[in-house]
């Protein structure tokens, strides 16, 4: 099979699945006559080929699959005019901490923001597929380890974790913002192959301007000094 004919295998392939295609997927594809560089290769030369028109080929973090450009995502969205849950700011900082900070436990998200972590929030997180329990922290109660799905890096079009925003502490607030807004996009452009319908968690009232940042403007997700008591949890709802 010549270049070209492996590249239309490859095209029609990814057009027509439901989800991201991994490199042993797309392999079997060949009987695994072709090796991964060949492949590799074949998808980059694929991707140049799709350059200027409306859909996109990309690499995510579970696979290769095509989708829509960005700049034509006004245009789609008149085709789906009501609009997926937005998230409370809870929410946000709860996944922005633990993206950032992986893996972490409650008490740490805790620690970090000043208030109690409700199990809502947890829970609706799980079942966005954006998180997940990796072990255990083998500490008094062994509570839980959380860090972030491929599926969270799938809805936000990312490869892998050093894509996200960079983080710095001191640093201005749009690196901050950035990943909220980042993360809202994605709960709007989620298609059901990438995001089941049955794993949309409840909706929520939407919160107004969510930001990671505190009253006096400082980043809310500092390298907490391990001398300071951490701050006294408040109760705090969903």
Known sequence: MNSQDAKRVLETALICASQPLTLRELRSLFA?????????????ELSRDWEGK?????????????????????Y???LHPEKPPRYSRAV??????????????RGDIEDIRGVVVASQIVKQLEDRGWI??????ETPGRPALY???KAFLDDLGLASLEQLPALEVGGAPPAFE?????????????????VPA??????????????????????????????DLPPQPQPESA
């Open 132 to 137: 997940e329990a990796i072990g255990h922290r």
């Open 32 to 44: 695994d006559e072709l090796g991964a560089d060949t492949l590799r290769g074949l998808l980059d």
């Open 198 to 227: 049955e794993a949309e968690p409840p909706a929520e009232a939407p919160a107004p301007s969510p930001s990671l940042f505190g009253d006096d403007g400082t980043p809310a997700l500092p390298n907490p000094d391990p001398q």
């Open 54 to 74: 409306g859909v996109e080929l990309v690499a995510l973090a579970s696979g290769w699959r095509f989708q829509s450009r960005p700049e034509l995502r006004d």
């Open 92 to 105: 946000l900082e709860t996944l922005a901490i633990i993206a950032y900070r992986q893996p972490v436990t």
């Open 147 to 149: 860090a972030t799905t």
């Open 76 to 78: 789609l969205d008149r």
């Open 178 to 194: 950035a990943l909220q807004g980042q993360l809202l996009e994605a709960a709007e452009e989620a298609t059901p192959a990438a």
